[in-house]
């Protein structure tokens, strides 16, 4: 250590004292000052910084609590948000109420106890002293305190305002914070929920059992027997909730349910199903209360097919009050021929000709076509109408036993059930009579000549050629 540090630290190590003859050169404003130096501990060597550090020491030293105070407040991050604004509000309310207490000329300025001989120094300075040098002394004291208040006043506004604006920025930065972490924790959330994968397992299960409900990989027809299994697919449908593959699990499902829905309530008007995995059973009757409404299901085949089903319900349902109409007129015309043929007896030639026209007349045609949307596209022999409407040419009557056998080897196939059929003439080639037989629903079977008894249809491995 230099010897001039030495000699400044054995200084400050003695008790200040203010030198009596120097005080009586001082005017009283001067002798103030030194003594307030003299008590603070300067030294005259002491630079102008050194000497406003002891006699501002209490001031200082304030302010570097308030800022240890500080940071150890912004170090708080896992504090919440409501008791770290609350904090700061108080910080701000304690501002507030310091900035309110100016200190005073009287503070600033405090009356010196004097001793004994600073007691006799008053009357010796008011002596050498003429009245307008006190004066300028005073105001300049007074000049001096009220600079002094000022500045205090300054300093103390402008730390109150650099305290608001630290604690508001702190409060942006904690807000933001704050946000920060809510976002961040929902955006994970959001992406943990949506990038849940469904147990691969699971998937394959309900993929396994889905697939089983259909007759073939295009999916367009069903089985009867799996339709109790549904609910097992909506089991394993709950199993993949919440996960990236339920989605298009339940548009299946939905779509699955809707279908067999639809079959269940077409088979519900018959008397046995109608539709039995994909296929319509035509040999399958209406029950004499059925409701029939058309139904859409999404599934272009399954749709054609529950049309046709629909279809077949509701010729059933004409055919049979039609039916009820036919016995009774025949009832009351086999009765006025029963009483005509007991009144009178025809010749041979009459009766050869009554009777051709008999069996044309008694040609059972089977059910009517009207409404029905009969193929008649696929006729094997052209439609001929000037044909059609020249109905009592012979070309039409029926051979003996013709219709019967024809009829007969149909239901035997398969191809029609009972006198559910539709029967339709077509044209006269070579003066025979050619019909066409259709199923209830209007499905082309086959063209027929009632001559001969011949009949053709478009199946595969049938007959190429008609026979004329």
Known sequence: ????????????????????????????????????????????EDSILDKYVKQHKDEIEADKFATRQYK??????????????QEMREAVEESEASSEEVPSSEDILPPLPLDDEEQGLDPLLLEDENPTEMTEEVEEEQNLSRLEQEDSEK??????????????????????YYVYRQVNRSTKEIETSQSTTANQSDVDDFNTLYDAFYTDSNKTALKNSQFDKLSQLKTLLDK?????????????????????????????????PAIVDGVLDTNAKAKSDAKFTDIKTGNTELDKVLDKAISLGKSQQTSTSSSSSSQTSSSSSSQASS????????????????????????????????????????????Y????????NNSAWDFADGVLEQILATSRSRGYITGDQYILERVNIVNGNGYYNLYKPDGTYLFTLNCKTGYFVGNGAGHADDLDF
């Open 240 to 272: 993949l909730e919440g996960s990236r593959e339920h989605t298009l699990a339940k548009s299946k499902y939905d779509s699955l349910a809707t279908q067999i829905k639809a079959i269940q309530d077409v088979n519900a008007q018959f008397e046995k």
């Open 155 to 176: 300093k103390s506004k402008k730390g109150f305002i650099l305290t608001v604006l630290a604690l508001v920025s702190v409060i942006i930065c904690v807000s933001a």
């Open 72 to 85: 150890k407040e912004e170090l708080v991050e896992t504090q919440s948000l409501d008791d770290l604004i």
């Open 339 to 382: 009483n005509t043929t007991s009144e009178t007896s025809p010749s041979s030639s009459n009766a050869t000709s009554n009777e051709t026209r008999s069996s044309r007349s008694e040609v059972n045609m089977g059910l009517s076509s009207a409404g029905v949307a009969v193929q008649r596209s696929a006729s094997r022999v052209a």
């Open 1 to 44: 250590m230099s010897k001039k540090r030495r000699n400044r630290h054995k200084k400050e190590g003695q008790e200040p004292q203010f030198d009596f003859d120097e005080a009586k050169e001082l005017t009283v404003g001067q002798a103030i000052r030194k003594n307030e130096e003299v008590e603070a501990g300067v030294l005259p």
């Open 384 to 391: 001929n109408q000037s044909a059609i409407d020249d109905s």
